[in-house]
């Protein structure tokens, strides 16, 4: 056996994340490693702090990345707030759905479903129905855009249908933040995680994560501690919290965070505003050249996530070959289907870095390549 080193083909990254990453990004990676205790990357963490609360639209103080991917960011959010016994409405219409009501139960708590289509958005007035029957719920739990089907919800109107049942709010946001809007002061989000792979286009393995001060609330006074020692947000913030008290936690991933702080920094310059707008201009000229090529939408119109197309696959094609075809021919990479939209859909990724003319160009030609072939 001869070992080498692991040289990467330069792939274009259409899928539902990993991304394209800004060559900023990758050369921000590259820096000297600090110590995770050295008081200039305490000062490049409370940039990351404030830039992180500048996307999520907060002044929360407890916003943070945990140093581990969105799941990690999902679980954070139930572990902390989560007590055995208590209940939770979780509306379920795809994957991510499905794995927030798996960490629901595994925190012994008692999950109320309330179920929609795959590639539907959520339905306001379910929600509504299981508040009015289940007035012992403390929390919401949704997905603002359900990556698995490409739907995307209201999250501000699910929000405040929450508020009028007093309940607290757990959002998932890996594949919306930064695509389109996210306010999570002004909509009443309690407890929200992201990713850093997806709109962010930093490398995978960081969960943006953000608590409201009622989160906070009700994580100081559980009766019983957080059964994930390295995701308690106590622990954790002991690290984070700044202002010269930071102490060790667990080793940060420092050039992660440096990517991270790269790529909210690209962000910051570019506007919200203005990222949400490229990311629906991009979706609709994709639209636009699919329609071309007689490849139609899995998600109604005015329910589409812009920045993940869930797209039928035309009969006769079969799914596996056709995205090896474009792997192999055109280094580009799109998602395939998942659960029931196996073999069924393609999800095609605008996300972030990726949501550029030429990477819309390239899929489209080799699209119809290979469906000509
Ligand atoms: C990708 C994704 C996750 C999981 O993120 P990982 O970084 O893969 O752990 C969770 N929720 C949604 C909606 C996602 O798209």
Redesign the pocket.
Known sequence: MTFSSFIPPQRTLMG??PSDIAPQVLAALSRPTVGHLDPTFGGMMEQLKQLLQFAFQTRNECTIAISA????G?EACFVNLLQPGDSVVVCINGV?GQRMRENITRCGAKAVVVEDEWGRAVTPQKLEDALKQHPEAKFVAF?H???STGALSDAKTLCSIAKQYNCLTIV?T??SLGGVEVNVDGWGIDAVYS?S??CLSCV?GL?PVSFSPAAVDVIKNRKVPVQSWFLDQSLVMTYWSGKGKRSYHHTAPVNSLYALHEALLMLYKEGLQQSWQRHLTQHQKLVAGLDELGIDFVVPESERIPQLNAVNIPQGLDDASVRRSLLDEFNLEIGAGLGPFAGKTWRIGLMGYAARNENIALCLAALKQVLSN
Not at 69 to 72: E, T
């Open positions: 539902p994340g991917p969105g799941s990690a999902m991510f997905v855009a359900e990556t998932d890996v594949t990713g792979q997806k995978p969960s």
